[in-house]
């Protein structure tokens, strides 16, 4: 019992729900991980009974160190017997959620003491100790007013001269501290293992069908990961053909022939979902070794009905032949991850392959047995005691199905701090993308200003800014950073915040260029800009310089301009520059390649004819063409209309 609950803790340790504390001397509980926090670091121990032992004010430093973990004897006091004492200081978390403390039994009674005041007791302490037979977890609610502070805490405990023969006396789990809402949640589990070893086959059966409403719980949130669904099949499966077959088998006479087969067409459906869950869980591709032991799953039942005098020797044989396909199934799906360090698969493979083995061992023997050539009992046996029997098998299923419960809780509390992230990381983005992609421009007596701006996923890389000078003149810029999403949202700040201090010093555009691919290229990593710098004089002069961005439209015609390297290539690239002489009523359109490279369902590209036809209509216009035809790309449209004249009237 005490081996199937240290393997729960772990289990539970391991999803997230305890954390050991950090300090050596204080157990520093002030931030518990999940409302839960074990006290597992060494605690000072003294064997005898003094009362002055449980105050605050005790000197314990000359006491020797104790782990809870460790038997009596395997810390120096072999088949010691009566009273000692355990002291711990705590730091107890700042917190207005009542706080618990969950204690288990070190002796055969305890008392626990909190700053010299008796807080609870486990058994009978007073007048005389009493002798448990079925110790367990007490939960014990803390004072209020402890919040914050440290506190020492003590346990007096008492062990009879019968209970120190036993070997592993004084090991005990350590004491967790927390909410009383997570203690008495571990308290309930603390319960339900108690009742896992007093009835295994269903308790397991319990674990089973808990777990595999969890998995289904999961698909349901998340009808993608389709593993969950098929851990569900497996799981809830296991705990239906259980009850049908008890139903067949003790409540009603049936054949043993026919029992075999309803026995070995359940194995199949459950081993179905637990082959598809390890396939799917891995994100494998199918291949021949599981469709040959699928194949193999399934023709096991219907053995029975295409194989002439078919014996129940020969339906255990087949078993065998099963298990160790599926045994081989295991080691080359789970293995090769296990050795690259993927922790997922090496809860797994531990647990499914010993259990995988130990079911063809127990054909193989109920096979001999089934053959005449064995008497003894098919089941490998590992503890008979009180009404009960506990075999290996239970026990290795217990531990695949504790393990697929851990996977479940590790994988989707991983999921949910990954979407946590993702969503802090797109709000992120958005944040900067609205300074790249600005939904006003600034106001200039010489230009009227359109931007239309459609992003592909949530957050793109394009960017533009219309930056006025001081001389009258407006420095204009459209851009597209490689890749998507924050880190390209990031990259774009960065080069528009380069090009907010470049543009205040009053440079041509091919300088601009210059300058801010050498800031680039010394911090790339990896990645790059197109990017087209333009500069708009109030005596109608427009300068050009393109670091790989497409060229702009001029009155429906492309602007015939050399095309540089992008930034953040080549840290000395040079860019040249183009200079036009601008009327009054000319537009310029300059736009993202989300345009042009926008593709149709039949993969017609959007292309350059169809962009240069519309250039000419407005920004909102030109970016919904593209995007009717059909969207592949971030899609910026900037349009200028150059009017002089025309403010000088107003």
């Not at 002796?107 to 609870?120: F, N, P, Q, R, T």
Request: aromatic share 8%; proline share 5%.
């Amino acid at each position: 019992m005490r081996r199937l609950a240290l393997v729960l803790l772990l289990c539970l340790e391991g999803a997230g729900f305890a954390q050991p504390p950090a300090s050596p001397l204080t157990d520093d509980a002030s931030h518990p991980v999940s409302g839960l926090i074990v006290l597992a670091t060494p605690w000072r121990f003294h064997s005898g009974d003094n009362p002055q032992w449980a105050s605050p004010a005790f000197d314990d430093s000359s006491w020797k160190l104790h782990l809870f973990e460790k038997s009596w004897a395997e810390q120096g006091l072999p088949g010691f017997f009566g009273y000692a004492w355990l002291r711990r200081r705590i730091k107890v978390p700042d917190v207005a959620t009542p706080l618990a403390l969950l204690v288990y039994p070190v002796g055969d009674s305890d008392e626990v003491y909190l700053d010299g005041v008796l807080i609870g007791t486990l058994g009978r302490m007073r007048p005389m100790p009493d002798l448990v037979v079925n110790r367990q977890a007490e939960a014990i609610a803390l004072p209020s007013g402890t919040e914050g502070h440290v506190v020492e805490l003590a346990i007096r405990t008492w062990i009879g001269p019968n209970g120190a023969l036993e070997s592993g006396e004084g090991a005990a789990q350590p004491p967790i501290l927390g909410t009383q809402s997570s203690v008495y949640a571990i308290l309930q589990l603390a319960k339900l293992r108690l009742a896992i070893s007093r009835n295994p086959l269903w308790a397991i059966d319990i674990v089973s069908a808990v777990i595999g409403l969890i998995s289904l719980g999961l698909f349901l949130l998340t009808p993608r990961s389709t593993e969950y669904a098929w851990a569900a099949l497996f799981l809830i499966g296991n705990l239906l053909s259980d009850i049908f077959l008890y139903q067949f088998a003790v409540r009603q006479p049936i054949d043993q022939r026919l029992f075999i087969v309803l026995l070995l067409a359940c194995s199949s459906i459950t081993t179905t979902g637990w082959l598809l869950f390890i396939w799917r869980f891995l994100r494998s591709r199918s291949d021949w070794l599981l469709v040959a032991v699928l194949l193999a799953n399934w023709i096991q039942p219907l053995a029975p009905f295409t194989v002439p005098r078919f014996s129940i020797e020969q339906a255990f044989l087949s078993g065998v032949a099963c298990q160790v396909l599926m045994c081989l199934f295991i080691l080359l799906k789970l293995l090769p991850s296990a050795i690259r360090n993927n922790l997922e698969a090496q809860m797994l493979l531990v647990p499914f392959f010993l259990t995988t083995f130990l079911v063809g061992v127990e054909e193989a023997l109920s096979a001999l047995h089934a053959g005449g050539l064995r008497e003894a009992s098919t089941s490998l046996v590992l503890y008979s005691g009180n009404g009960f029997e506990v075999n290996w098998v239970q026990l290795s299923t217990l531990l695949a199905y504790l393990a697929i419960g851990a996977l479940l809780v590790f994988r989707f509390t991983r999921t949910a701090r990954e979407q946590q992230r993702l969503s802090t990381e797109m709000a992120s983005a958005r944040a900067v993308q609205a300074q790249l992609v600005p939904s006003r421009l600034p106001s200039s007596p010489h230009l009227r200003c359109q931007a239309a701006y459609l992003a592909a996923s949530e957050v793109g890389g394009d960017f533009y800014q219309v930056l006025p000078q001081e001389n009258g003149s407006s420095l204009i810029v459209v851009g597209d950073v490689s890749g998507k999403g924050l880190k390209a949202a990031m990259t774009g700040a960065i080069a528009i915040g380069a090009l907010r201090a470049l543009a205040t010093e009053g440079l041509a555009p091919a300088i601009i260029l210059s300058r801010l691919n050498r800031q680039l290229a010394s911090a790339s990593d990896g990645g790059f800009i197109t990017c087209l710098c333009a500069r708009i004089d109030p005596d109608c002069a427009l300068t050009l310089a393109n670091a790989g961005h497409l060229a702009p439209y001029r009155n429906g015609e492309e602007v015939q301009l050399e095309s540089g390297l992008p930034l953040g290539v080549i840290a000395h690239a040079e860019y040249s520059e183009t200079t036009l002489q601008l009327a009054p009523g000319d537009k310029l359109t300059f736009l993202s390649d989300g345009v042009v490279e926008a593709q149709n369902e039949q993969g017609e590209l959007f292309g350059f004819e169809r962009t240069r036809a519309i250039s000419t209509q407005s920004a909102e216009e030109i970016a919904a063409a593209a995007q009717a035809h059909g969207q592949e790309d971030d899609i910026t449209v900037l349009t200028l209309t150059f009017s002089p004249a025309e403010v000088l009237l107003v």
